[in-house]
């Protein structure tokens, strides 16, 4: 069973920066893609960046030039790295990984930016 657990979110006023970070555990070997998802209020939830195990990334054009994602596969971890936070980026981020063809979620973590 995997288990992912998000951490990192608070309040913050715009122009300030925020690290989230997702921790992986269970009987997990190779994660290949793990991503950050947002969900703002009243909105669907949507890709924020995504990083695979080769270090390839993508990010939402949102993201672009404000956020980084990282990941330490030794320790099963992935980082959001989020600067220049602006009100629009308020929302609760979730952490996902495809294992072994399923796909895992975190119970999210909220980051509220105020303006």
Same mark, same amino acid.
């Given at each position: 069973?995997?288990? *992912?657990?998000?951490?990192?979110? %608070? *309040?913050?006023?715009? %122009?300030?920066?925020?690290?989230?970070?997702?921790?992986?555990?269970?009987?997990? @070997? &190779?994660?290949?893609?793990? $991503?950050?998802? &947002?969900?703002?209020?009243?909105?669907?939830?949507?890709?924020?960046?995504?990083?695979?195990?080769? $270090?390839?990334?993508?990010?939402? $054009?949102?993201?672009?030039?404000?956020?980084?994602?990282? &990941? /330490?596969?030794?320790?099963?971890?992935?980082?959001?790295?989020?600067?220049?936070?602006?009100?629009? /980026?308020?929302?609760?981020?979730?952490?996902?990984?495809?294992?072994?063809?399923?796909? @895992?979620? %975190?119970? %999210?973590? *909220?980051?509220?930016?105020?303006?």
């Amino acid at each position: 069973q995997v288990q *992912l657990v998000e951490s990192g979110g %608070g *309040l913050v006023q715009a %122009g300030g920066s925020l690290r989230l970070s997702c921790a992986a555990s269970g009987s997990i @070997f &190779r994660i290949n893609a793990m $991503d950050w998802y &947002r969900q703002a209020p009243g909105k669907q939830r949507e890709l924020v960046a995504g990083i695979t195990n080769g $270090d390839n990334t993508n990010y939402a $054009d949102s993201a672009k030039g404000r956020f980084t994602i990282s &990941r /330490d596969n030794a320790s099963n971890k992935v980082y959001l790295q989020m600067n220049s936070l602006k009100p629009e /980026d308020t929302g609760v981020y979730y952490c996902n990984i495809i294992y072994r063809g399923m796909s @895992f979620w %975190g119970a %999210g973590t *909220l980051v509220t930016v105020s303006s």
